[in-house]
Nanobody, 120 residues
């Protein structure tokens, strides 16, 4: 069973940057797509960015040009570099995996979330 642990959230001023990390265990190999989602208070969870095993990427329109998703297979880690942060980026950010790396079956695996607060 895949386990995801996020880190890197915190309080940052508007215009600032943060990098989120998601460590995947036991392995990131075999997972088709890794994604970052976010959920702001009173809103539905939404896709922020995703990256496939062949490193194709997809971004929400609201973060294009500001956020970058990447993966380091050697470290079993997915990153979300967030620049030019805005107050509306405030949310709990969740890491997601869509595949069981051993069986290849589709799964809906989530991390516990990390809070990002953008405020002056």
């Amino acid at each position: 069973q895949v386990r995801l642990v996020e880190s890197g959230g915190g309080l940052v001023q508007p215009g600032g940057s943060l990098r989120l990390s998601c460590v995947v265990s036991p392995t990131i190999f075999g997972i088709d797509a890794m994604g970052w989602y976010r959920q702001a208070p009173g809103k539905q969870r939404e896709l922020v960015a995703e990256i496939t095993s062949d490193r194709s990427t997809n971004y929400a329109d609201s973060v294009k040009g500001r956020f970058t998703i990447s993966r380091d297979n050697g470290k079993n880690t997915v990153y979300l570099q967030m620049n030019s942060l805005k107050a509306e980026d405030t949310a709990v950010y969740y890491c997601h995996a869509d595949t069981d790396p051993f069986t290849g079956q589709a799964v809906d695996a989530w991390g516990q979330g990390t809070l990002v607060t953008v405020s002056s």
